[in-house]
């Protein structure tokens, strides 16, 4: 990978601005899509039982863990059955349409409020890609991590591993108002045409370390929660 040519870092302003304005919008966002929100929770419990949220550690700014929040699509795994090779057979019907329309990702926007996420920024991933990453590639985690983000635009869940990871650092080191609210636009475009959305990705073929983390594994679901109340929905934390 190639060495980038940081931009100037925006000021601690510019941040706070970006921080305010990620507030305002994820709340206005909440309560007006609380009928839909309420909607998808009553399908989901109709479904798949409690919880209606699925809850996974994930990795935040400056390499802080936080608890991320979606609406839950799997079933739970039946014995024998492994998570990251069974997600196409546990997805139910309801989880194909929240996970094509982007709909699951919406309690996210809790975690914007929070602090534990922006609007805009790298996605998320789980604590064990840490050690996956270059010095370089660990520089997305120098901003706060985003429900989109300049990689999500460029192929969402069909983009090798190492190019996500490219297109985050590019981010952070050209990261400015306008880039996101560029990113912002492409995003709802993608999301209403249900651009390069799929329900679940080839981790060998997109060169995802998971596969590695586990080999061998029969029945590996707890080596990768962070939760231990059941949560339905153990699928790689890549996809979008």
């Known amino acids: 990978m190639g060495e980038f040519r940081w931009s100037r870092k925006p000021s601690p302003w510019c941040d706070a601005t970006k921080r305010a304005l990620d507030v305002v919008v994820a709340a206005a966002t909440l309560i007006a899509l609380a009928p839909l929100l309420g909607a998808i929770a009553v399908a989901i419990r109709a479904t798949l039982g409690s919880p209606i949220l699925f809850r996974q550690t994930r ?6 863990p936080f608890t991320i929040l979606k609406f839950r699509t799997m079933r739970e795994p039946c014995p024998g059955e492994v998570w990251f090779r069974t997600n196409d057979e546990r997805v139910t019907r309801l989880g194909r349409f929240l ?6 990702e919406l309690p996210e926007l809790w975690n914007v409020i929070r602090g534990d996420m922006s609007l805009v920024g790298p996605r998320p991933l789980l604590p064990e890609y840490l050690e996956e990453y270059t010095p370089e590639e660990r520089r997305r985690h120098d901003v706060r991590p985003g429900i989109t983000g300049w990689a999500a635009v460029h192929g969402r ?3 090798p591993f190492r190019e996500r990871l490219r297109l985050d650092v590019w981010y952070v080191a050209h990261r400015s108002s306008a880039l996101d609210l560029r990113i912002l636009m492409r995003t709802v475009t993608q999301v209403l045409r249900r651009t390069n959305a799929v329900v679940s990705e080839d981790n060998a073929r997109l060169g995802f370390p998971m596969a590695r983390l586990a080999p061998g594994r029969t029945s590996g679901v707890e080596a990768f929660r962070s939760d231990a109340a059941p949560s339905g929905d153990e699928r790689d934390p890549l996809a979008r």
């Open 157 to 159: 869940n069909v983009l």
């Open 59 to 64: 990795i935040g700014l400056r390499e802080r």
């Open 99 to 104: 996970r094509t329309s982007s709909l699951d």
